[in-house]
């Protein structure tokens, strides 16, 4: 089994739709949760962190951690066609030096 | 501006020829890292080093060597590189050991027939 775990979807909403985009994982050991967005031939990019469990908002974006359940969910809210893009959660552990990645989701946002 | 610079951003070679991937960071970030990415399998940690002259190996590092002799510059190396290596490779820095916030370079998309 995958440390990580996320649907590769793509998922396509409407303009104006919530999102919600979620990662498993089997280590218990993980203490940082991750959301980076890659658009098409660029780099990831770092949208939200989070330490430990908890929920972190930033604008139209909200990043959930239930450690309980080894389950992290990323929303956005009115979601826009910039938004289209590729979302990978990643995790790593208070010592450990890897990041761990999901296979990332495809999103699209259709006007 | 901070940021991670990789070339070449494109490169199509041949079998065997040996090449190098350069990477650099202008941020004094102690940990720097190389991933490649590949459909299906996502980002996959090939090295990583924690300072100069500290490297390690990451998930998939057959068939690649890295080396850290400055801070700012982190190389790949393919000795001999094959097809199987064609991929979209990118280098990555964070500002302290225990890999967090990591800042991405552009990406190098390498082919090899």
């Known amino acids: 089994q995958k440390e990580v775990e996320q649907d590769p979807g793509p998922l396509s909403v409407p303009e104006g739709a919530i999102v919600s985009l979620n990662c498993t994982y089997s280590n218990s050991a993980f203490q940082y949760f991750m959301w980076y967005r890659q658009y098409s031939r660029k780099g990831p990019e770092l949208l939200m962190y989070?330490?430990?469990?908890g929920n972190k908002e930033d604008g139209r974006f909200t990043a959930q951690v239930d450690k309980s359940s080894k389950y992290i969910s990323l929303f956005i809210r009115d979601s826009q066609p910039s938004d289209s893009a590729t979302y990978l959660c990643?995790?790593?552990?208070?010592?450990?030096?890897?990041?761990?990645f999901g296979k990332g989701t495809s999103l699209l946002v259709t006007p | 501006e901070a940021q991670v610079t990789q070339n070449p951003r494109y490169l199509i070679t041949v079998t065997g020829k040996k090449l190098t991937v350069t990477c650099s960071q202008n941020?004094?970030?102690?940990?720097m890292s190389w991933y490649r990415q590949d459909p299906g399998l996502g980002l996959r940690q090939i090295y990583y080093s924690m300072n100069v002259e500290v490297t390690d190996k990451g998930d998939v590092p057959e068939g690649y060597k890295v080396s850290r002799k400055e801070k700012r510059n982190f190389p790949l190396i393919l000795e001999s590189p094959s097809p199987n290596q064609t991929s979209l490779y990118f280098c990555?820095?964070?500002?302290?050991?225990?890999?967090?916030?990591?800042?991405f370079g552009q990406g190098t998309r390498l082919t090899v027939v």
């Open positions: 941020m004094n970030h102690e940990y």
């Open positions: 990555a820095s964070t500002p302290r050991t225990g890999n967090t916030e990591a800042f």
């Open positions: 990643a995790m790593s552990g208070t010592s450990g030096y890897a990041l761990n």
């Open positions: 989070t330490y430990s469990s």
